[in-house]
């Protein structure tokens, strides 16, 4: 019997070991796609070539390559406050950067528009860059704005970013307040939804609160996505989602993507950062008035690694999604370069083989990785162009 035992041991251990020694061939295998980058606002439009590889940010097409990576979906984002006017043309501005990059180097990377795009661009080995608009304020509520940027490329609008619109509600507002008054989405948002759906383009809920969330459910025709968004059950934070929003996503056929942002893995992380941080700084007035990031950009890189949410917590918040949702309704949307704070492992875009190491150590076979890190992303945007 211990012989049986610590053979079945050994057996395990070699499986393992096979495992991770295919683990990087079956990521090459894989159709990788990262349903949200802020790479455009962090380096692009600042000026930075990332067509090199570049010492700061998360993201460039070295690093892209070296992770595997076949689409990047990149974000075009404002501060609503900083962008009150003027929304539109700053995110062309950002578009105009990015049509730049490509032009740049169109041996590494093409702009893809639809999934057949997608198909030809990836299978000549170049990244395919899709566009997702990260806020409703840049279309400034009209119609023809929002038309005009999904004929730029644009495939998801994300509704909000953490303020309200005259049409639409966010989270980070929503749960300001416990009354439903003046919450979701008003007349005009719900044509900015219909227009969305003819157009075949994405609605993204992450960032929306839960009265839009609903309220886009029983408007859209086409399923939803939530392109950077975790677990609430787990991590309990106005950008996650409930298990009875999730219940309602499975049955709208949606997607979510998983938030690698250590805040929205793991609710023991601010802790981690104040403890790390007050190591070597007095606990004063001043201090007190800091933000969590704000402490953890004065930490050391080691003091950073030790703060940031280990890689597990990624797979906790996959395998809750997955057992709410089923595997068809998981994808990634890193949100790379608008996160000060990833998880160990996934340190920046290059580290995406790590995932998929760590998700076939789990237990999932090929084919289920194969839909968590692309293939569920890609049937949505298909279902959302017909």
Known sequence: MKKQFVLSIFLGSLALSSMAQDYKKIHQDLLVIDGHNDVIIESILPGKDIGKRIKTGHTDLPR?????????VFAVWSDDKKWAKNAYKHANDQLDALDKLIADNPEQIELAKNSA????????????????????NMIEGRLDYLEALYNRGARYLTLTWNYNLPWVT????????????GKGLSEHGKDIIRKMNELGMMVDLSHGGEQTFYDVLKISTKPILVSHSNAAALTPHYRNLNDKQLEALKKNGGVVGVNFYSEFLDSAYPKRVKELYYKNHKKDST?????????YSKLSAKQKHLANAPIERVLKHIDHLVAKVGIDHVAIGSDFDGIESPPQGLEDVSKFPNLTKA?????????????????????ILKENEQ
């Open 170 to 181: 966010a989270a980070a507002e929503e749960v300001k307040t416990k009354s439903k008054e």
């Open 64 to 72: 892209l390559k070296e992770g595997g990576v076949d689409v990047q």
């Open 359 to 379: 998700l076939l150590e789990r237990g999932y076979n090929k084919e289920d990785v194969a839909k968590i890190m692309g293939l569920n992303f890609l049937r």
């Open 287 to 295: 201090s007190k008035e800091l933000s969590v990031g704000k402490m």
């Open 117 to 136: 795009d997608i198909e030809r661009i990836t299978q000549s080995g170049k990244i395919a860059a899709l566009i997702g608009i990260e806020g409703g």
